[in-house]
C-alpha cells in the first residue's frame, strides 16, 4: 500500500536579492586631479589650433624659388661646377695678380689661357676689409673674368673659417655667383664650395669643368715628374752589386 508523500509543511524562504557593488567614491584630490588633466588636453588642443590658425597660406611663387635653388645646388654640386669654381680655379689664380707681372708667368698657368691680366683691391664696409681680386682671361676665343672677393676670418666667435665669394662672367654676363670657405684648422685649407646664389646654364659650363681637367692633368703631371726625378736620382746612388 503506498502512501502519499508528505508534503513539506514549511513555508519556502523568499530568496534575497544581491545588492550592486557600488564604486569607491573618489576622493576630491582624485576629482580635481581628473579635471586638470581634461582641461591640460582641452588647452593643448587650442594650442595647436591657434598655431595653426596663425600659419600665412602657402606661398606658391616662394615654393618654386626654393625648388629652383635646390635644383641648381644639385647641379653644380653633382656636376663638378662647384669643385672647379669652387675650388680648383680660385685655388689656381690665387697668386695671378702678382705673378703675372714675372716675365715666366705663363709657366705656372696650367691650362689654355691667354691675354691674361690681374689685379687686386680692396674694399672697405664698416670695419670690414674685403680682398678683391679680378682674372680676366680668354679660354678658346670666349673672355671670361673671374672675381673673388675674400672677406677675411669670420668674426664669430671661435670660428677659424674664411669666407669669400667667386662670380664668373662670360663675356658681360655673370654666370655663376658661390659662396666658398676655408676651414684653416685644415691640414691643407683650401677653398671649398658652400652655397649657390646666383647661376645661369650654358656652353660656359663644359668649358670650366675643362678648365678644371687641364689643371689637374698638369699637376698630376708635375707630381709624377718629381717622384720620377726622385727615384732616377735615388737609383743613381744605389748599388745593388
Not at 509543511?9 to 544581491?18: D, H, I, K, L, V
Not at 590658425?53 to 656636376?79: M, N, S, W
Amino acid at each position: 500500500m503506498f502512501w502519499k508523500k508528505k508534503q513539506d509543511q514549511r513555508a519556502a524562504e523568499p530568496a534575497m536579492a544581491a545588492e550592486p557593488i557600488r564604486p569607491a567614491s573618489k576622493s576630491k584630490q582624485e576629482d580635481l586631479e581628473e579635471a586638470a588633466k581634461k582641461l591640460a588636453a582641452s588647452l593643448r588642443s587650442y594650442a595647436d589650433a591657434s598655431y595653426v590658425a596663425q600659419q600665412p597660406a602657402p606661398d606658391e611663387e616662394l615654393k618654386a624659388a626654393h625648388h629652383k635653388v635646390q635644383i641648381a645646388r644639385k647641379i653644380v654640386t653633382e656636376g663638378r661646377i662647384a669643385y672647379a669654381l669652387g675650388r680648383c680655379l680660385p685655388e689656381h689664380m690665387a697668386h695671378w695678380h702678382a705673378w703675372s707681372q714675372r716675365d715666366d708667368f705663363m709657366k705656372w698657368v696650367q691650362f689654355d689661357a691667354s691675354n691674361i691680366t690681374s689685379s687686386r683691391a680692396t674694399e672697405e664696409i664698416g670695419v670690414r676689409r674685403i680682398e678683391v681680386t679680378t682674372n680676366d682671361f680668354t679660354f678658346r676665343d670666349r673672355p671670361y673674368r673671374l672675381v673673388f672677393r675674400d672677406s677675411g676670418l669670420s668674426s664669430a666667435p671661435g670660428d677659424n673659417t674664411y669666407r669669400g665669394e667667386v662670380h664668373l662672367f662670360s663675356g658681360e654676363v655673370c654666370v655663376a655667383k658661390f659662396s666658398v670657405s676655408k676651414d684653416l684648422m685644415d691640414e691643407y685649407a683650401q677653398w671649398e664650395f658652400v652655397d649657390v646664389s646666383g647661376f645661369c646654364v650654358g656652353t660656359w659650363m663644359q668649358e670650366v669643368l675643362d678648365m678644371a681637367a687641364q689643371i689637374e692633368g698638369s699637376q698630376e703631371r708635375s707630381m709624377n715628374q718629381f717622384v720620377d726625378d726622385r727615384a732616377r736620382e735615388a737609383a743613381s746612388d744605389i748599388d745593388l752589386g
